[in-house]
């Protein structure tokens, strides 16, 4: 399932749709209203300081200009009188027509919004084994385009009208909440997910989105981004299964780009040079795959699938680098592979037995 759905969804008003057009709309309306008051108050004491009449007749009879029944004047109007009928109709009759559209275009986009709200919170609860991105700034967005481009299932939960915006401009699927609240974790559906990526910018939220996470799903892969060394620790105390700091891994890429600028423009050529098709992947092998019991030089991995393999991680967590011939796969290992698109994707399906 592809993350690109489209639109986002309030979670706590069931609301798609861009912020600034409602904002416009209403600020239109109130508008309207501030002129159709003054056109009334000024219409009412130009009648009473002109025409000479009481504040009832005055009263009525700019209503019924501004109404445009075509009743007859309660009075005989002078010339001026007249002109002051004319402005009212020119200026009140306009912002009277403007309220009264800007209203049914509210309501009438309240009513659409209400439907297709209905419709991509369906679309969020059919997600399963996705990844729930909290935070869309400056990493939040390298991140969702990263899991876009690899048509891996996410949903976004971000606060900041602005960024949400962007998520929308970009058609992701997201909802606008608190990563902090387990009402907007749960409606982004946490107990089914994968994975939860936590980049929001202060390390406090960070700590409390990773606590409350890990507590509604013990078994979710938790990534978060840490400013400091110390936050490091805490986040990993809070739940954490990965913790990267910008700063350390800025630093060491600048120091591997002057110290072995070779390996990095090799690393920098796998994972972001698209035009080569050049994967670097992990695949995890299942109970039902015919690797398993097989060893490395019996597997074919060169020959029938034109991969080749890094390294494995079996399932005690332990790291073997450039395995041996007679490494022999188990369930539960983890795979480290390099190759084209292609050939990874039918290197996936017999390792994972599909």
């Given amino acids: 399932m592809t993350a690109a759905i489209g639109i986002g969804v309030s979670r706590k008003k069931g609301l798609p749709g861009r912020r600034h ?79 009264v559209g800007t209203i049914a275009r509210i309501t009438l986009e309240d009513r659409i919004r209400d439907a297709f709200g209905r419709k991509f919170m369906k679309a969020i609860e059919k997600l399963r084994d996705h990844y729930i991105v909290c935070g869309y700034g400056r990493m939040g967005r390298v991140i969702c385009q990263e899991l876009a481009d690899r048509d891996v299932p996410f949903v976004v939960i971000e606060v900041d009208d602005d960024a949400l915006e962007e998520l929308e401009k970009e058609s992701f699927l997201y909802l606008k909440g608190d990563a902090t609240d387990d009402e907007d974790l749960i409606a982004a559906g946490i107990e089914r997910a994968e994975g939860l990526i936590s980049v929001v910018t202060e390390d406090t939220q960070n700590v409390f989105i990773v606590l409350t996470a890990r507590g509604l799903n013990p078994k979710l892969n938790i990534v978060t981004r ?87 991680k079996n399932a005690t967590g332990s790291m073997v680098f450039n395995p041996s011939p007679d490494n022999e796969f188990r369930a539960g290992d983890t795979l480290v592979i390099l190759g084209k698109t292609d050939d990874i994707k039918v290197f996936e399906r017999v390792v994972k037995g599909t």
């Fill in 21 to 99: 057009g409602r904002e416009w709309l209403e600020a239109q309306f109130r508008l309207s209203l501030v002129i159709l008051a003054f056109v009334l108050s000024g219409g009412t004491l130009g009648f009473m300081v002109l025409e000479g009449w009481g504040f009832l007749d005055a009263l009525y009879m700019t209503i019924i200009t501004l109404s445009t029944v075509g009743f007859t004047e309660v009075h005989p109007l002078s010339p001026i009188g007249k002109v002051l009928s004319m402005g009212i109709i020119v200026t009140g009759v306009g912002s009277a027509g403007f309220a």
């Fill in 226 to 312: 840490a400013a400091t060394e110390e936050n490091i620790k805490k986040l990993v105390r809070a739940g954490a299964n990965k913790v990267v700091s910008p700063y350390f891994v800025g630093g060491h890429r600048i120091a591997q780009a002057v110290m072995r600028p070779t390996v990095l423009d090799f690393l920098e050529t796998i994972v972001q040079n698209r035009e080569m098709d050049l994967r670097l992947e992990e695949v995890r092998v299942s109970p039902q795959s015919r690797l398993v019991g097989k060893t490395l030089v019996d597997s074919g991995l060169k020959k029938d699938f034109n991969v080749i393999l890094f390294a494995v």
